[in-house]
C-alpha cells in the first residue's frame, strides 16, 4: 500500500536551519510528484513547495522563496524539505503529500512538527 | 493568488442529518481541460488530511458515496447525505489550477 513515512520532530533555535524527509514505498516513486504542506497552529493549510518524481523540477511558493530547498533521492525513494533561517513563526506541522494523476493529493504522510523556539 | 473562501467555519451536525459546506474561489478553477481543479479534505483530529474529492465532483478511492461534491466556476459545495460520527473534523477546500495551490480556511464539523 501507498505509504509517505515522514522523520520525527525537532526543536530547533531561531537562525537555524531544518531538513524534514518522506520515504515513499507502495509506488513508482520517480512517477509522481511530492507536494510539501505545512500547518501552523490553529491556521489553514500552507502550500510550500513541489518536486517532479520524474525529472526533479521544482516549484516553490514565492513566501518561502530563497529559505525553501526541495530535493529527491530516487534510490532512497525519499523526498526532503530544508527550510532555513527559521523563525518562530515558522512553527508548524509540516507534510508531504502525493501527487496523484488528477493533480489531487491523494496521499499524505503522518506529519512532522517543528518547533522554533530559543 | 487563488483565494479561497468557506461557509461556515463551524457546522454542528445531528447525526443521520444532511450536511452542507460551501467553497468559493477568487478566480474560475476551470481548466482548459473541462474539468474544475477544486478539490476537498477531511483532517480528522489528530490526523493529516485525506483526500475526499477532486476535480470538484470525483469521489477518491474508497470515500463513502454519503460525500458528494457540485459546483463551477468560483462556486463549489461539499454535501453529506447523512452525518455519521466518523465525518467529524475540519473540511478543506483546495484550488489545484495552479501555483501557489492554496487552501480555504476550513469548516469544522462536529456532533451536536
Known amino acids: 500500500q501507498v505509504q509517505l513515512v515522514q522523520s520525527g520532530a525537532e526543536v530547533k533555535k531561531p537562525g537555524a536551519s531544518v531538513k524534514v524527509s518522506c520515504k515513499a514505498s507502495?509506488?513508482?516513486?520517480?512517477?509522481?510528484?511530492i507536494h510539501w504542506v505545512r500547518q501552523g497552529p490553529g491556521q489553514r493549510l500552507e502550500w510550500m513547495a513541489w518536486?517532479?518524481?520524474?525529472?526533479?523540477?521544482?516549484r516553490y511558493s514565492q513566501k518561502f522563496q530563497g529559505r525553501v530547498t526541495i530535493t529527491r533521492d530516487t534510490s532512497a525513494t525519499t523526498a526532503y524539505m530544508e527550510l532555513s533561517s527559521l523563525r518562530s513563526d515558522d512553527t508548524a506541522v509540516y507534510y508531504c503529500?502525493?501527487?496523484?494523476?488528477?493533480?489531487?493529493?491523494?496521499?499524505w504522510g503522518q506529519g512532522t512538527l517543528i518547533t522554533v523556539s530559543s | 493568488d487563488i483565494v479561497m473562501t468557506q461557509s461556515p467555519l463551524s457546522l454542528p451536525v445531528t447525526p443521520g442529518e444532511p450536511a452542507s459546506i460551501s467553497c468559493r474561489s477568487s478566480?474560475?478553477?476551470?481548466?482548459?481541460?473541462?474539468?474544475?481543479?477544486l478539490d476537498w479534505y477531511l483532517q480528522r483530529p489528530g490526523q493529516s488530511p485525506q483526500l475526499l474529492i477532486y476535480?470538484?465532483?470525483r469521489r477518491a478511492s474508497g470515500v463513502p458515496d454519503r460525500f458528494s461534491g457540485s459546483g463551477s466556476g468560483t462556486d463549489f459545495t461539499l454535501k453529506i447525505s447523512r452525518v455519521e460520527a466518523e465525518d467529524v473534523g475540519v473540511y478543506y477546500c483546495?484550488?489545484?489550477?495552479?501555483?501557489?495551490?492554496?487552501f480555504g480556511p476550513g469548516t469544522k464539523v462536529d456532533i451536536k
Open positions: 483546495m484550488q489545484a489550477l495552479q501555483t501557489p495551490l492554496t
Open positions: 478566480q474560475s478553477l476551470l481548466h482548459s481541460n473541462g474539468y474544475h481543479y
Open positions: 476535480f470538484a465532483s
Open positions: 507502495g509506488f513508482t516513486f520517480t512517477t509522481y510528484g
Open positions: 518536486i517532479n518524481g520524474a525529472n526533479g523540477d521544482t
Open positions: 503529500a502525493r501527487n496523484g494523476y488528477n493533480y489531487e493529493l491523494d496521499y
